[in-house]
């Protein structure tokens, strides 16, 4: 059942917040992938229901599916209005959308104003709302004038970044959104990645609520977060956007690193075990010296060591090659590496005028 014109909306910004609801019919594993922001999950068909009337579909006949699929499609409507939307006043209007602004959602939008609520479908569904947002991705960033945070592993640049908002300035995390800290032993423990597409919502939303007059910034990151993809159009606007670098003596660099990779220290297992993906770039002699050290809970030395040995060549042979302005950058240093040392610097930023468009 596609929704009528009438009772049909076009993606785009403001509908995301134009409705009282927005209700995602989908399955359960769809919307854990990726949903429009605010969503709720109330699914016609739940992941198994969907393999059931599939199974009927293709082993008994269409209309046996349609039968077996109406009857379960009607429970779970019925659950939803029990369960979620039985509350809600005669002046509530949802938004309702499922894959392709079809069946499912044609089916909760129909029930929904048939009770006498305004529901909306979403034309097209979630993938009219994934072109937009791919195509929100390839517009959006060039309206911003960034300031890319450079600075060796460790010199603190995710926590200057940190400082930096507390300070008033604009701030695009995109580790943060990413849940990876960028580098080899980047994974963070209680944090799993999230899906390309989600990371791509999230991205875009956070993109449409800065401000184009005001300066972002932003960390040098390559192309890649862990297993998450930059969009072309944000690294290219990065490479080619003003930079400012942070620098900090071994010491701190180490002490900063130790406390960003404590929770390896208690699974000296799992950074052994990601070590090894180093091998193949420094051989088994060098990995093994490293995992060596990890067993002895030499983490001081081991920090210092995979320093100086794996993550500053990696940078000084990628940062100036990959972004065109390095070399003109405001250079700034933090002392030590506590946080206020970071409040400190952030405030002189934004003291200066980094944080105003030039």
Same mark, same amino acid.
């Given at each position: 059942?596609?929704?009528t014109d009438?009772?049909?909306?076009?993606?785009?910004?403001?509908?995301?917040?134009?409705?009282?609801?927005?209700? /995602?019919?989908?399955?359960?594993? *769809?919307f854990?992938?990726?949903?429009?922001?605010?969503?709720?999950?109330?699914? +016609? !068909?739940? /992941?198994?229901?969907?393999?059931?009337?599939?199974? $009927? %579909?293709?082993?008994?006949?269409?209309?046996?599916?349609?039968?077996?699929?109406?009857?379960?499609?009607?429970?779970?409507?019925?659950?939803?209005?029990? *369960?979620?939307?039985?509350?809600?006043?005669?002046?509530?209007?949802?938004? @309702? %959308?499922?894959w392709?602004?079809?069946?499912?959602?044609?089916?909760m939008?129909?029930v929904?104003?048939?009770?006498?609520?305004?529901?909306?479908?979403?034309?097209?569904? %979630?993938?009219?709302?994934?072109?937009? @947002?791919?195509? &929100?991705?390839?517009?959006?960033?060039?309206?911003?004038?960034?300031r890319?945070?450079?600075?060796?592993?460790?010199?603190g640049?995710?926590?200057?970044?940190?400082?930096?908002?507390?300070?008033?300035?604009?701030?695009?995390?995109?580790?943060?959104?990413?849940?990876?800290?960028?580098? =080899? !032993?980047?994974?963070?423990?209680?944090?799993?990645?999230?899906?390309?597409?989600?990371?791509?919502?999230?991205?875009?939303? *956070?993109?449409?609520?800065?401000?184009?007059?005001r300066?972002?910034?932003?960390?040098?990151e390559?192309?890649?977060?862990?297993?998450?993809?930059? #969009?072309?159009?944000?690294i290219?606007?990065?490479?080619?956007a003003?930079? +400012?670098?942070?620098?900090? /003596?071994?010491?701190?660099?180490v002490?900063?690193?130790?406390?960003?990779?404590?929770?390896?220290?208690?699974?000296?297992?799992?950074?052994?075990?990601?070590? /090894?993906?180093?091998?193949?770039?420094?051989?088994?002699?060098? $990995?093994?010296?490293?995992?060596?050290?990890?067993?002895?809970?030499?983490?001081?030395?081991?920090?210092?060591?995979?320093?100086?040995e794996?993550?500053? #060549?990696? %940078?000084?042979?990628?940062?100036?090659?990959?972004?065109?302005?390095?070399? *003109?950058?405001? +250079?700034?240093r =933090?002392?030590?590496? &506590?946080?206020?040392?970071?409040?400190?610097?952030a405030?002189?930023?934004?003291?200066?005028g980094?944080?105003a468009?030039?």
């Open positions: 059942m596609k929704a009438k009772h049909a909306v076009a993606i785009g910004a403001g509908i995301l917040t134009a409705f009282d609801a927005i209700i /995602d019919t989908r399955s359960p594993s *769809e854990a992938e990726d949903h429009l922001p605010g969503a709720v999950s109330c699914p +016609v !068909l739940d /992941d198994q229901q969907r393999a059931r009337v599939g199974t $009927v %579909y293709k082993q008994a006949s269409p209309f046996d599916a349609k039968k077996l699929g109406a009857a379960l499609v009607s429970k779970n409507i019925a659950r939803h209005l029990e *369960e979620r939307f039985m509350a809600q006043p005669r002046g509530w209007r949802p938004l @309702v %959308y499922c392709r602004g079809g069946k499912r959602s044609g089916a939008t129909h929904l104003r048939e009770i006498g609520w305004d529901a909306k479908t979403l034309d097209g569904g %979630y993938k009219a709302y994934r072109r937009w @947002v791919v195509d &929100e991705l390839g517009a959006l960033p060039a309206k911003f004038s960034l890319v945070v450079h600075g060796a592993t460790g010199c640049k995710s926590r200057l970044l940190r400082a930096l908002a507390r300070a008033g300035a604009q701030v695009l995390d995109l580790e943060d959104l990413a849940a990876h800290r960028g580098s =080899v !032993l980047g994974t963070l423990p209680d944090r799993p990645q999230p899906s390309q597409k989600m990371f791509e919502t999230m991205l875009r939303r *956070e993109l449409a609520a800065l401000d184009p007059g300066a972002v910034y932003v960390e040098g390559s192309r890649k977060i862990g297993q998450l993809q930059v #969009p072309e159009a944000l290219e606007t990065m490479r080619a003003q930079c +400012v670098v942070i620098e900090a /003596d071994l010491a701190t660099r002490a900063l690193l130790m406390d960003e990779y404590r929770h390896f220290f208690a699974a000296p297992a799992a950074l052994r075990a990601q070590l /090894d993906c180093l091998a193949p770039l420094h051989g088994r002699e060098r $990995v093994g010296a490293w995992q060596g050290l990890a067993a002895r809970g030499a983490w001081a030395e081991l920090v210092e060591r995979l320093l100086q794996h993550y500053d #060549p990696a %940078y000084r042979s990628s940062a100036a090659r990959n972004y065109a302005r390095l070399g *003109e950058a405001m +250079v700034t =933090v002392e030590y590496s &506590e946080d206020e040392a970071f409040a400190q610097l405030r002189e930023l934004v003291a200066q980094e944080a468009v030039a």
